[in-house]
């Protein structure tokens, strides 16, 4: 397997376990979608993909409709997404996907974060280069063959196709997103979920209490609301 599998598996148990916390980050996604390319999901494919992550988070449709319906109002501010980099204790390199409407706050409260934490802040391009940008796909494995699907996926930009309980998973570069999505709808192939992951080229591994210091930095992360994701260079159990 290569390192999206190894990525996921490690990473699976730790994401979003606090449903609310998802309900948050899709309404803020649909927003985005929305305002970027209208409330229609049939002429929208960002938010058409939204929509799918939504109902496989088990989202209401009602909360969906009404997400769609105030993000369609003029007055709603838009999100805008900030990415932030740094460092937690014990040199391991931290990417901070937020999306927020009040800039000034994300950038206060995410140094606060690192400065409370033992961390430091950075500057733009500072670690993202540690990690490669990358768009994923889960759908419905019935009726399919993993190693015919990669295949003929791999010139959509595909670079890895496998499975594991939540189904058949693939991954490919960042900016394949919209051919490889356009591909499985066109071959009628049910997209269950979709989303991007940065995956870090090299990982650390750290004692056990050197683990501790560098979790509290991220759990304090991925606790703020303007954040979205949070990617780290930490070697993880799986």
């Known amino acids: 397997m290569g390192r999206a599998f190894e990525f996921r598996k490690a990473r699976k148990m730790k994401r979003w376990s606090a449903m609310a916390k998802t309900f948050t980050r899709i309404g803020k996604d649909i927003v985005m979608a929305v305002k970027e390319g209208g409330p229609n999901p049939d002429t929208n494919s960002k938010l058409r993909a939204v ?4 109902k496989a988070a088990n989202m209401p449709k009602d909360n969906i409709e009404r997400a769609i319906k105030k993000a369609s109002d003029k007055s709603t501010e838009n999100y805008k997404e900030v990415l932030f980099e740094g460092y937690a204790p014990h040199g391991i390199a931290v990417l901070v996907e937020t999306a927020t409407d009040n800039n000034n706050r994300s950038v ?18 500072s670690v993202e280069f540690m990690f ?32 594991d309980e939540d ?5 490919g570069p960042f900016e394949s997103f919209g051919a490889i999505q356009k591909e499985l709808e066109n ?12 995956i870090p080229n090299v990982t ?21 609301d303007d954040v979205q994701n949070v990617y780290h260079t930490l070697q993880l159990e799986d």
């Open 51 to 54: 929509i799918q992550n939504a």
């Open 204 to 224: 650390k591994t750290l004692t056990e209490e050197q683990v501790a210091d560098v979790e509290k930095l991220l759990e304090k992360l991925e606790e703020d």
């Open 187 to 198: 071959t009628e192939i049910e997209i269950l979920s979709s989303g991007f992951e940065r």
């Open 132 to 163: 490669d940008h990358t768009c994923n796909f889960r759908v419905d494995p019935e009726g399919l063959d993993v190693e015919e699907l990669e295949l003929n996926l791999i010139d959509h930009g595909v670079e890895e196709v496998f499975t």
């Open 108 to 125: 206060a409260n995410i140094r606060s974060y690192f400065n409370k934490c033992n961390g430091s802040l950075g500057t733009s391009g």
């Open 167 to 171: 189904g058949i998973l693939i991954y």
